[in-house]
């Protein structure tokens, strides 16, 4: 009935943890669950959990927090990641200007090249934006001219930034930022077509969170805002993750 578009399930202390957070998800039917990778470790960390619990899938990508140049060493162990069995999406990766300042270089030409491995794979990416709206356009349009197909990871923009995904062909995942009741965002919501709406929490073992469970919260926040039923929300999204992921 609901899914987890975008979470970290990789670093917890303990197997029992994972599958008290897991129990918790199934038992607010939660069916799928995508753990991303944020570096070459938890990239192989989430391929390894997905392989132990069914209703977790794996994408690997490297997050512009720990970005890095493409030499050709990483370059071979993400190709060899991305083409591991269970991989479904690269993810998370993209531009953040608003952390580690001085690193754009490096995270436009890594973001490049996972973008040119997410095409030769025919694997969508789940993108981070976070003050790289533009650039992110600039890189992203033609790459999707070309076949890159994906989805925006924690929409927190206004309904202007909105269409740009949308003009794209993107999914728009939402968050748990919907919980604040910020206006510009909860104007965009009313203005995602249901077809390309997808839901998250985001959550790891770090997060102050209930875990995949509470992607029912922002189920329940985007029905009301919709004016819809929070089931009707849940069953969409999964709807459409599935298409995306193709499942």
């Given at each position: 009935?609901?899914?987890?578009?975008?979470?970290?399930?990789?670093?917890?202390?303990?197997?029992?943890?994972?599958?008290?957070?897991?129990?918790?998800?199934?038992?607010?039917?939660?069916?799928?669950?995508?753990?991303?990778?944020?570096?070459?470790?938890?990239?192989?960390?989430?391929?390894?959990?997905?392989?132990?619990?069914?209703?977790?899938?794996?994408?690997?990508?490297?997050?512009?927090?720990?970005?890095?140049?493409?030499?050709?060493?990483?370059?071979?162990?993400?190709?060899?990641?991305?083409?591991?069995?269970?991989?479904?999406?690269?993810?998370?990766?993209?531009?953040?200007?608003?952390?580690?300042?001085?690193?754009?270089?490096?995270?436009?030409?890594?973001?490049?090249?996972?973008?040119?491995?997410?095409?030769?794979?025919?694997?969508?990416?789940?993108?981070?934006?976070?003050?790289?709206?533009?650039?992110?356009?600039?890189?992203?349009?033609?790459?999707?001219?070309?076949?890159?197909t994906g989805n925006m990871h924690g929409f927190s923009g206004d309904s202007s930034m909105l269409q740009d995904w949308?003009?794209?062909?993107?999914?728009?995942?939402?968050?748990?930022?919907?919980?604040?009741?910020?206006?510009?965002?909860?104007?965009?919501?009313?203005r995602i077509p249901a077809d390309r709406l997808l839901t998250e929490t985001d959550s790891s073992p770090r997060s102050?969170?209930?875990?995949?469970?509470?992607?029912?919260?922002?189920?329940?926040?985007?029905?009301?805002?919709?004016?819809?039923?929070?089931?009707?929300?849940?069953?969409?999204?999964?709807?459409?993750?599935?298409?995306?992921?193709?499942?």
């Open positions: 009935m609901y899914s987890d578009s975008h979470c970290h399930m990789d670093g917890f202390e303990s197997e029992e943890q994972l599958e008290d957070v897991l129990s918790r998800a199934a038992a607010a039917r939660v069916d799928i669950i995508l753990t991303t990778g944020m570096s070459l470790g938890s990239s192989a960390e989430a391929i390894r959990v997905a392989a132990k619990h069914e209703m977790i899938l794996a994408a690997v990508g490297i997050h512009p927090w720990n970005a890095v140049l493409p030499t050709d060493e990483v370059q071979r162990h993400l190709a060899e990641l991305a083409s591991s069995e269970g991989v479904v999406a690269l993810s998370e990766i993209g531009l953040d200007y608003a952390r580690n300042p001085g690193t754009e270089a490096e995270q436009r030409e890594l973001l490049k090249y996972e973008l040119g491995l997410a095409r030769e794979k025919k694997l969508p990416v789940n993108i981070h934006c976070r003050e790289a709206h533009a650039d992110m356009m600039s890189l992203l349009r033609p790459e999707v001219a070309a076949g890159l949308l003009d794209l062909g993107f999914y728009v995942s939402i968050g748990r930022a919907v919980l604040r009741g910020v206006r510009d965002l909860e104007a965009a919501i009313t102050q969170s209930a875990g995949p469970a509470e992607v029912v919260s922002v189920a329940e926040k985007i029905a009301a805002l919709r004016g819809v039923t929070t089931e009707e929300i849940g069953r969409k999204a999964t709807d459409n993750l599935k298409r995306l992921l193709r499942l």
